[in-house]
């Protein structure tokens, strides 16, 4: 929501769980009254509602920007924190009547269900996005043991990307080492659906309660994937541009001199990337074997 409303998107968040306060949005780097106008909260309890409202918002589009080249159409994030949190009718007609017992006998994923593709249909032509949390649970199945979504599978079908998350503890100081005492959350992250990249990929996130999550994490760990890290005895191996080779333990990465040698491998990445990008229209094959190592563009 925080690097939308700098783009100049227009948010519009339905909270279900009465989390999102003005102090929190806050401590989230939203600053509500710069963003006054931009920035809409609107607190619900049944998923009819939200139904309604996106309805109204995509009736009032189409109205007053119908005839507006797409391109000049204004950008809308819709979030809605959470699904699984939001009642049906019949949940709150059985608490009326205190008998909870029954449940809502499956309407809560068909309506789930029903509410996304809907939302699919209407976005389809505007540059609307849809972002959506729900609760997971552990799986039973000891064959598929990834964590299971709530609500039903309609939502996660629907959606263009579906990423599900475990939280566990985090027990390790700012230089790595383990502690008994708990600094934070350790988030494992599992991209379960994605239209956009491979799916199935996953990672960790340290949060420390401290300061929040570290703006270079994972980037060891991706850069051992694309061998720009390699492992040399009990140590990580970098070789730059230059041809020097530098050597750290894993757990200097923490640390600032570490931070400093991932700058500069993102430094010399990036112009690396950017020179052959530019430059290999103009190379013959021979120079772009040399240039890429298999001849490819």
Known sequence: MRNALAQGIQVIVFDTENGLTKEWLGNAGIDVDKYDGQFLRV???YIDDIAVAISEIMKDL?????TVDPDERPKVLI????LSMLLTRTEAAQFESGDVSKGDMGRGAKANKAFVKNCVVQFAEWDIGLLATNHTYASQDMF???DKISGGQGPVYAASIAVAMKKLKLKEDDEGNKISDVRGIRSKVKVVKSRYSKPFEAVEIKIPYEGGIDEYSGLVELFEKQNILQKDGNKLKYTGLDGLEVKYFRKQFASEVGRRLLDRIMAEHS???ARLKTSSEDLLPEQLEEETGDGSR
């Open 62 to 66: 189409r109205t007053t920007y119908k």
């Open 144 to 146: 598929d043991p990834d």
């Open 43 to 45: 607190q619900v309890a």
């Open 79 to 82: 979030v809605v924190d959470s």
């Open 271 to 273: 112009v690396q990337l």
